[in-house]
């Protein structure tokens, strides 16, 4: 579907301070659908930007939804405005109003070099340098008021604003249009993810692990999971006439990952890393109600078997005790987002499953 001129208007808003936008920041969508998860920039970062504002340096200029011409159906918390390109540099100026940043210690005041700035927060200018507050306050941003009723150009421009950025596969697929990117958002709001899984989720990690586990689910058998083929799935989900089938199936992911978080401990171990999880995720999918209570017992003994057995190969040890099955899991696992690894994962574990429950009767 293309996109017409008349679909959206962009255009300069009307300059305001600093301080204006910092009085009004309630009125502010920081976090529409599209946008990337805040707080990725360190204090230093930020602390640069308050540094490049009071020197009087070029700020890039930040890119709004406005919505004060009059009702859209894309304003979503009844709001003035939603920020498309720029949270992160409006998150460090609000921040420095609030005093939760200071300037860099070596922060150098090119009016009056011999002024010692460094370490002074916003409230210090106002007490000890106000004329230097309030030449802050009244700084202007270039500010780009988008006006559309539709999703579509919103998404287009934030993707193409950042494409020459460090995004991810999952930040960029959670601004396409669609249904998919808001199921993947909700799946990712699980408790699965919030209290299980031990990896870091800022750079959308989380997005990425449910957009996996909802392709497997849709199309009810594992698939190769790279970016290609991630992207292709939203796209493909975007022109559907009736998503039923994409309602029905994201209710079953969420129904399995009830029991996938009942399966794992919380910030478990065995989920410090984001590839192994679609992979438990489809083995424990295949397994009855009263079997959950012992498959984490079992992948605790899966996983330390495996580390036993991949010392002996780092040893070069020849020992007839070495496990040509668990080797072949190990190679699997280089590949982690292949079909073919996130096969030979599953059929191993289960083959596996199957010895340790014999084993345990026997006992």
């Given at each position: 579907?293309?996109?017409?001129?008349?679909?959206?208007?962009?255009?300069?808003?009307?300059?305001?301070?600093?301080?204006?936008?910092?009085?009004?920041?309630?009125?502010?969508?920081?976090?529409?659908p599209?946008?990337?998860?805040?707080?990725?920039?360190?204090?230093?970062?930020?602390?640069?930007?308050?540094?490049?504002?009071?020197?009087?340096?070029?700020?890039?200029?930040?890119?709004?939804?406005?919505?004060?011409?009059?009702?859209?159906?894309?304003?979503?918390?009844?709001?003035?405005?939603?920020?498309?390109?720029?949270?992160?540099?409006?998150?460090?100026?609000?921040?420095?109003?609030?005093?939760?940043?200071?300037?860099?210690?070596?922060?150098?005041?090119?009016?009056?070099?011999?002024?010692?700035?460094?370490?002074?927060?916003?409230?210090?200018?106002?007490?000890?340098?106000?004329?230097?507050?309030?030449d802050?306050?009244?700084?202007?941003?270039?500010i780009?008021?988008?006006?559309?009723?539709?999703?579509?150009?919103?998404?287009?421009?934030?993707?193409?604003?950042?494409?020459?950025?460090?995004?991810?596969?999952?930040?960029?697929?959670?601004?396409?249009?669609?249904?998919?990117?808001?199921?993947?958002?909700?799946?990712?709001?699980?408790?699965?993810?919030?209290?299980?899984?031990?990896?870091?989720?800022?750079?959308?990690?989380d997005?990425?692990?449910?957009?996996?586990?909802?392709?497997?689910e849709?199309?009810?058998?594992?698939?190769?999971?790279?970016?290609?083929?991630?992207?292709?799935?939203?796209?493909?989900?975007?022109?559907?006439t009736?998503?039923n089938?994409?309602?029905?199936?994201?209710?079953?992911?969420?129904?399995?990952l009830?029991?996938?978080?009942?399966?794992?401990?919380?910030?478990?171990?065995?989920?410090?890393?984001?590839?192994?999880?679609?992979?438990?995720?489809?083995?424990?999918?295949?397994?009855?109600?009263?079997?959950?209570?012992?498959?984490?017992?079992?992948?605790?003994?899966?996983?330390?078997e495996?580390?036993?057995?991949?010392?002996?190969?780092?040893?070069?040890?020849?020992?007839?005790?070495?496990?040509?099955?668990?080797?072949?899991y190990?190679?699997?696992?280089?590949?982690p987002?292949?079909?073919?690894?996130?096969?030979?994962?599953?059929?191993i574990?289960?083959?596996r499953?199957?010895?340790?429950?014999?084993?345990?009767?026997?006992?």
């Open positions: 579907m293309g996109i017409s001129k008349k679909d959206f208007k962009i255009s300069q808003h009307d300059p305001r301070t600093l301080i204006w936008w910092f009085n009004r920041r309630e009125k502010i969508d920081m976090d529409p599209y946008q990337r998860r805040g707080r990725l920039w360190s204090d230093s970062d930020k602390a640069y930007l308050i540094d490049s504002i009071i020197n009087g340096y070029d700020v890039p200029k930040l890119y709004m939804a406005d919505f004060t011409w009059g009702e859209s159906k894309l304003n979503h918390k009844n709001l003035p405005y939603a920020i498309i390109d720029g949270k992160q540099r409006m998150e460090a100026i609000f921040d420095f109003f609030d005093g939760k940043i200071v300037l860099n210690k070596d922060f150098i005041y090119l009016e009056n070099p011999s002024l010692k700035l460094g370490g002074l927060g916003y409230q210090d200018l106002k007490n000890n340098y106000p004329e230097i507050r309030e802050f306050d009244n700084s202007n941003l270039m780009m008021s988008v006006q559309t009723q539709s999703e579509e150009p919103i998404h287009e421009l934030f993707v193409r604003l950042n494409r020459s950025k460090s995004l991810t596969g999952a930040e960029i697929r959670n601004a396409m249009a669609g249904p998919t990117p808001g199921i993947i958002r909700q799946i990712a709001k699980h408790e699965f993810f919030l209290i299980n899984i031990k990896f870091m989720i800022k750079r959308g990690a997005l990425n692990l449910a957009a996996k586990i909802l392709l497997f849709y199309y009810n058998d594992v698939r190769e999971t790279k970016k290609k083929q991630l992207d292709s799935f939203v796209k493909e989900t975007r022109v559907i009736n998503n089938l994409l309602q029905l199936k994201a209710r079953q992911v969420i129904e399995q009830d029991y996938m978080a009942s399966v794992f401990l919380p910030k478990d171990q065995l989920l410090v890393a984001a590839g192994i999880v679609p992979v438990y995720y489809w083995f424990v999918r295949g397994k009855k109600e009263n079997e959950y209570r012992y498959i984490r017992e079992f992948l605790v003994h899966f996983e330390n495996r580390l036993k057995n991949k010392r002996l190969v780092e040893a070069n040890n020849q020992s007839k005790d070495i496990d040509t099955g668990l080797i072949e190990d190679q699997c696992s280089r590949s987002n292949d079909l073919q690894s996130h096969k030979g994962r599953v059929n574990l289960n083959e499953y199957l010895l340790y429950q014999k084993t345990k009767k026997t006992k």
